[in-house]
């Protein structure tokens, strides 16, 4: 198995929401964005975790992303490995495989998704050590920047890099803020059993719900603005779960069923071969 099949493999491993659209891409294009949720995911797994504790979490952020920043790709040797050694039972796979994801993407977009995911570390990194302490909506939308806006805007990065595709940046940081927001009230349970709240004071699910479905909203501007390409093809299927899980538990589901999920991308799939 190649080395891109084989991060192909792992990303399905951890996304049934991205492996899809992922993989549907064009080849050079896939590499940068499987490199992007990769990097991505490797620190969202240190930021996520139920074992480490939050200062050992916001130092190995910060040195992710001291690494990242000093990154280039010519090194003979893993620069994350030091960092990493007290933890390699701890640490999930797609964490300590991270200096692979960084070197996925061509050399002429690589650094952007370096910048990016440094970015997101040394942001998750605050947000550890300030115990995710969200009381308002300022707080809330800077966290769902921080950690999912910002992912919009890489991807209208890597959309421009590779075919010229211009987008409206706003609704790019709607399209990963929304996204955020539908995975924060999907994950509620498990975030109040591991002592985070992500809703500001006074919140319930229905305010949760509105500020969802506002940038859902945005997103789908986003998307709907998107030229037949590439870019509309990943795009759409993310977008169409999001919307999908927010109904599903409006009606008292927890998520959408793999059924439901398979359903919803064949007839994305369909509508495009059509």
Known sequence: MDFRSNALEILKQTSRTFYIPISLLPEQLQSAVASAYLCMRAIDEVEDSDILDVETKARLLRSMSLHLQSQNYNFQENPFSKSFQPYQNVLPEVTLRISEWSLLADNSIGPRIWDATAAMADRMAYWAENDWQIKSKEDLDRYTFSVAGAVGLLLSDLWNWYDGTTTNRSQAIGF?????????????????????????????????????RYQLNLAKLYTDALSDGPALDFCRIPLALAFGTL????????????????????????IKSA
Do not use: C
């Not at 599903?248 to 064949?266: C, F």
């Open 176 to 212: 990963g803020r929304g996204l955020q927001a539908v995975n924060i009230i999907r994950n509620r349970k498990e975030d109040l059993k591991r002592g985070v709240d992500f809703f500001p004071e006074g919140w319930d699910f229905h305010d949760m719900h509105q500020y969802a």
């Open 247 to 270: 109904e599903a538990i409006a009606l008292g589901k927890e998520k959408l069923t793999r059924t439901d999920v398979l359903s919803l991308v064949e007839n994305l799939i369909g």
